[in-house]
């Protein structure tokens, strides 16, 4: 008896349960949120930069000095929302030990082109030029170009 009681009560539940299911209009609307693009600011620069170090070379010791600044001159870079980056120039100066410069040369991004693919060269920003070694008769430099706000670089 008490089987008979909880397979009614059971069966009860499942008819109620598919008759309240059955009647459910579907509605054909989408709701979702909205996502703006951000608006472009002003345009982002880096911060200037500078490094120094003694660096012996070929029996010597030379003064290796690197500087970053931000430059107004060159053209802007642009990333896919439409933000502007100022892109940078870097100079170079090695000088010997009693002070007299012995290199000084300024880079901006159109020294490096060769290097570049079109991608980079459109939209990529100096970002870093860095003393590597001296190996033999050369004193050797790494660059980067980069998108900005990304780790993407060449």
């Not at 911060?47 to 060159?74: A, C, E, F, M, T």
């Not at 802007?76 to 100022?86: I, P, R, S, W």
């Not at 290097?115 to 459109?122: E, P, R, S, V």
Request: hydrophobic share 35%.
């Amino acid at each position: 008896m008490k089987t008979n009681v909880i397979y009614t009560v059971m069966i009860g539940c499942l008819v109620a349960s598919l008759m309240a299911c059955g009647n459910k209009q579907k509605s054909n609307d989408i709701i979702t949120k909205t996502v703006e693009m951000p608006k472009p600011q002003e345009p982002v620069r880096l911060q200037p930069y500078n490094d120094s170090r003694d660096v012996s070379w070929i029996g010597k010791q030379y003064h290796v000095n690197i500087n970053r600044q931000p430059s107004d001159s060159l053209p802007m870079v642009k990333d896919e929302t439409g933000q502007k980056f100022v892109d940078n120039v870097f100079r170079l100066t090695v000088s010997r030990q009693d002070g007299s410069v012995f290199y000084n040369r300024t880079f901006t991004k159109k020294a490096l082109t060769q290097y570049l693919d079109d991608d980079f060269n459109k939209t990529g920003v100096f970002e870093g030029l860095v003393f590597d070694k001296a190996d033999g008769d050369w004193l050797v430099f790494g660059a980067s170009v980069g998108h900005p706000q990304s780790d993407e670089y060449i």
